[in-house]
Each structure stands twice: as C-alpha cells, then as structure tokens.
C-alpha cells in the first residue's frame, strides 16, 4: 500500500530532551516535506526536500533541523525542544512540487 | 513568498445546500492550486486540484475554479452531504518549495 509512515503518533518530551521524528514513503517520491498544524494557523511549513542531500527552509524552521541521505526516509530533528513546539507535525511527499501531497497521520508532539 | 488566504474560517450550511470556500495567493508564479479536507484527528486528504492553464474542474459534488488575473480560486462543494463535514484547506504553489496552505474552513453541515 502507497503511504507515508510517520513514528511516533504521540510523544510527550521535557524542554531541552533532543528528539527525532520519522517519516517514510514507499512510492519513489522526490520531494517530501514538513509541516506544523496549530489552531487558527493552518498548516506551516518547516522544512522540505527536493531530493537526496538537497534541503531547504520553509517559513517556520527555527529550532528544528532534518537530512535526506536516503529518497525514502527524511526525519525531522528537535535538538533541544521547547514548550513552542509543542504541535501536530504532518510529513508529507509528492512525485514533485507541481502535484498533491501523500500526508502522513501525523505526530502530536507536547514539550513540558 | 507566497501568502494565503482562506475565506471563510467557519461555514455553516444546510444540508442539501451549496457551500463556497474562497482563496486568494500572492505570488502570480504559483501555477498549482490544490484542495485538501482533514477529518477530526486524520491527516489531510487531496480532495480536488488544479492548474493554472485550467479555468475550472469538476469531481462529481465538487468543483473548483481558478480566476488567474484575480489571483482567486475557489471550492464549491454542492448538496452537502454530512459526511463532507470537516476541515477544508486550500493551498497554492508548485514551486521549488512546495506548497503554501490557507488557515482553513471549518465547514459544518446542519441536519
């Protein structure tokens, strides 16, 4: 089955507690990407990926890193969490940029 | 960069009746106009896209139009159903850094 497999679903962290988020696809997709929902914000974008070893910043990258050594996997990065990430984080992919994105279910992520 | 616009952030309809969500970008480069519907605690899910070489498209209760010199596109959604309760976004892109979404409608469909 075409998907995007984001680990974990739930995570509960403290400040400062480094931490990854996974995200896989299994459909050859060249361009995947990160987003943050929060209310009354809609979905923003941290970081995307055009292909392997090319990343670039969305509008909200501060505090957050991630690499792409593999077409498959692009793992999103927390190098010291803060209670203002706390959010639902959606990865997404697409053959390109010009066509729909494949979502991942999404990581709801609480720093405290 | 590219910025959004989503009109209404709450819509309340019949059900039976016609619903319109509005957008409006910035950037006259972006040449991609997709929409997605996100279910309470569920991903986001392409419902309806199109280009900007495309006037208007038409997925069965669903159409979308495109008003490129406006820099306007819209989702009609017609005889709603319950099920078409949900979070609806619009976005505009198809750049070389994907995609930029509206804040989203909740749109509410009234027994």
């Known amino acids: 089955e075409a998907q995007v497999t984001q680990n974990p679903r739930y995570l509960i962290t403290v400040t400062g507690k480094k931490l990854t988020v996974t995200c896989s696809q299994n459909m050859n997709h060249e361009y995947m990407s990160w987003y943050r929902q929060d209310p009354g914000l809609g979905l923003r974008q941290i970081y995307y990926?055009?292909?392997?070893?090319?990343?670039d910043k969305g509008d909200v990258p501060e505090g957050y890193k991630v690499s792409r050594k593999e077409k498959r996997n692009f793992p999103l990065i927390l190098e010291s969490p803060s209670p203002n990430q706390t959010s639902l984080y959606f990865c997404?992919?697409?053959f390109g940029t010009g066509a729909g994105y494949t979502f991942g279910s999404g990581t709801r992520l609480t720093v405290v | 960069g590219e910025n959004v616009e989503q009109h209404p952030s709450t819509l309340s309809v019949q059900e039976g009746d016609s619903a319109v969500i509005k957008c409006t970008y910035s950037d006259s480069a972006s040449n991609y106009f997709p929409w997605y519907k996100q279910e309470l605690g569920k991903r986001p899910q392409l419902i309806i896209d199109i280009r900007s070489n495309v006037g208007e498209k038409k997925d069965q209760r669903i159409a979308v139009t495109l008003n490129k010199t406006a820099k306007h596109f819209s989702l009609h959604i017609t005889e709603t159903q319950p099920e078409d309760s949900a979070v609806y976004f619009c976005?505009?892109?198809?750049?070389?850094?994907?995609?930029?979404f509206g804040k989203g409608t909740h749109l509410i469909i009234q027994p």
């Open positions: 990926s055009m292909n392997v070893e090319v990343t």
């Open positions: 976005a505009a892109g198809g750049g070389a850094d994907g995609l930029t």
């Open positions: 997404a992919s697409s």
